[in-house]
């Protein structure tokens, strides 16, 4: 005799998670899509449960050190260190208008926190914000997924699946994230307020604001009003097209305003696109390459896979396996999901989400795991659908939750367990570096970069199995480099190019201890280097050091001549250097005439 759920299908939905949920995942009503909200004592509890997810994943990643991109936006950032109205508000980020950045609400926060500090600022407040941010925007993800028309268990679990997922150790970990975790708190924030089935006048206005302050967080935030806009129209909501175009009208009102204050503050609106990745493809190239990067995105979404920061273009200039196949996936599941119109808003509203990073319009990154963070929610509703799915099946079925709760408390485990393990990666640039030249050992920029580190710590020579020597890397970053142009894609920067031959001249010259010195190799490093700055314009620091070092050649049993030195000193001399390079570089030409003056006449 079968057994009866007590209840089963009587009552009204209370939004407890998983509880009463549909089989589908989704609210059952698609012209009332708003899943039934918790009430005001439940939804603390589960906005806490979701604080708690957030703040376990990422708690060991508070001692991280400064770096890459936080040395000069924050600790050496005269907008943070000197604040001021104007420079926060009406200027580019870093000065540097070409880059297209004008970010200045977290700026802002940086400066509240750094302020005169400079490098040495502790890092661990900066990262416990940076926590918070990402707790909080947790929370507004899930209110957003509950407006969007999810039952409450699938909202719940999509945003615990957010809290912990490990594609956001960038975005968390790296203190310059905080522009993704700002524009992500405030966006979703103005999507839950945006579609509220009835918009009066403080709606409006609050939507406004949690725009303009997306905005001012990060340019990425231009595209939500397209993710509302697909909503209004997947979920059917009153007045159909033409009044879903009317609703847009005071964000786009916002939009014109935040585009006429990045143009006074930058004298432009986008990054100049000579530092695009993709300047070089043609039109008709734009749409394949940006659905590779649409199909990454989506995988990364859903599975936990190593992080990297660094991309190359050739990467999905080319047909790229793991990007196909999130492509596929993603346009499967958009079909399987057309008659699950809160499913079908979220999947089709992530190209809409992303379109400012899809480089249809070319910008400076190929790809970054930290632009997932806002989109990333809408993937992991699908997942979270079908987990809470089986739940509900189970609660149908017997009146109880049961084992089916082990699956996404499984999947729960699985991410957390990957995120902290992936924490430790950004912990400091020596294993920054080192994680990513194990992912990507062809790309030669992370070999550059890794030198870099290793250099400055004077790692010269391989100390051990796991660690090589500066030189070593520079020379893979070379070697990676010619690969890379013979190809016929861009290689190394004209400035990293010209270092990496300085760097291992410089290092074989005068950095090893004398038995592992090697001035003939370091003569073939230097001449590279002289090549390399000759011929591109803005290298006068590199060329300078290279001829300066070259000159040193005299000093060691290599054929240099005193002519050559001089002419090479005087070159340099000639050249745009820092102060304390043009001192050494006068005193080495001082020395050098003085070596060649005739001895004075004695008696």
Not at 303 to 324: M, V
Not at 501 to 520: D, Y
Not at 580 to 598: C, D, F, K
Request: with cysteine; hydrophobic share 50%.
């Amino acid at each position: 005799m079968s057994r009866t759920p007590p209840r089963a299908r009587q009552e009204t939905p209370t939004g407890r998670p998983f509880e009463h949920a549909a089989a589908s995942g989704v609210a059952p009503s698609a012209a009332a899509p708003a899943a039934a909200a918790p009430g005001r004592s439940q939804s603390l509890w589960l906005a806490a449960g979701l604080a708690l997810l957030a703040l376990a994943a990422f708690l060991n990643a508070l001692e991280g050190e400064f770096l890459y991109d936080d040395v000069p936006y924050i600790t050496r950032n005269r907008q943070v260190q000197e604040p001021s109205f104007r420079s926060l508000f009406l200027a580019p980020l870093s000065g540097r208008a070409e880059l297209g950045l004008y970010r200045p609400l977290p700026t802002l926060t940086y400066a509240l926190q750094a302020a005169g500090r400079g490098d040495a600022a502790p890092t661990w407040p900066f990262h416990a914000w940076n926590i918070a941010l990402h707790a909080a925007a947790t929370i507004a993800g899930w209110r957003f997924l509950l407006r969007l028309g999810l039952t409450a268990g699938s909202a719940w679990l999509a945003a615990a699946l957010f809290a912990v997922h490990p594609c956001h150790v960038e975005a968390v970990d790296w203190i310059v994230g905080r522009a993704e975790l700002m524009a992500a708190l405030f966006g979703f924030a103005y999507l839950a307020v945006a579609l509220r089935p009835r918009q009066d006048g403080r709606s409006v206005l609050l939507a406004a604001l949690l725009l303009a302050a997306a905005g001012l967080s990060k340019e990425s935030a231009f595209a939500l009003p397209g993710v509302v806009f697909v909503a209004d129209l997947v979920l059917r909501r009153p007045g159909g097209l033409r009044a879903a175009v009317r609703r847009q009208l005071s964000a786009a009102l916002v939009l014109g305003l935040l585009l006429a204050l990045r143009y006074a503050a930058m004298g432009r609106i986008a990054p100049a696109l000579g530092l695009a990745a993709f300047d070089r493809a043609e039109w008709w190239q734009r749409p394949l390459i940006s659905a590779q990067l649409l199909g990454e995105y989506f995988i990364r979404s859903l599975l936990p896979l190593p992080p990297r920061l660094f991309y190359h273009e050739a990467e999905f200039s080319e047909p790229r396996a793991l990007a196909l196949a999130g492509l596929a996936a993603w346009c499967a599941a958009t079909w399987w999901a057309r008659r699950r119109r809160p499913l079908l808003a979220a999947l089709l509203a992530l190209p809409v989400a992303l379109i400012t990073v899809l480089n249809l319009r070319p910008i400076q990154e190929t790809f970054a795991e930290r632009f997932l963070y806002l989109p990333s929610l809408l993937p992991l509703a699908l997942a979270a659908n079908g987990l809470a799915a089986v739940v509900a099946r189970e609660r149908q079925r017997t009146g109880r939750f049961g084992v089916s709760l082990l699956l996404p408390a499984t999947a729960v485990a699985l991410l957390l367990g990957c995120t902290l393990r992936a924490n430790p990666v950004w912990g400091d640039a020596l294993r920054l570096w080192r994680h990513n030249v194990e992912q990507s050992p062809d790309l030669p920029f992370v070999h550059y970069q890794y030198a870099w580190f290793l250099h400055d710590r004077g790692m010269f020579l391989r100390t051990d199995a796991e660690t090589p020597g500066a030189i070593e890397e520079y020379e893979r970053a070379l070697e990676c480099n010619r690969r890379m142009v013979a190809r016929g894609y861009r290689g190394m920067p004209p400035d990293q190019l010209a270092r990496s031959h300085v760097s291992i001249g410089s290092i074989l010259l005068t950095r090893l201890p004398p038995e592992r010195r090697n001035p003939a190799r370091a003569k073939l490093a230097l001449l590279e280097a002289i090549a390399v700055g000759e011929k591109y314009t803005g290298l006068d620091p590199e060329l300078g050091r290279a001829y300066f070092q070259f000159a040193l050649l005299r000093h060691h049993d290599v054929d240099v001549s005193r002519e050559v030195a001089e002419r090479g000193l005087r070159r340099a001399l000639s050249l745009e250097l820092p102060d304390e390079l043009r001192q050494s570089i006068a005193a080495e030409l001082e020395r050098l005439l003085a070596e060649g003056a005739p001895a004075p006449a004695g008696g």
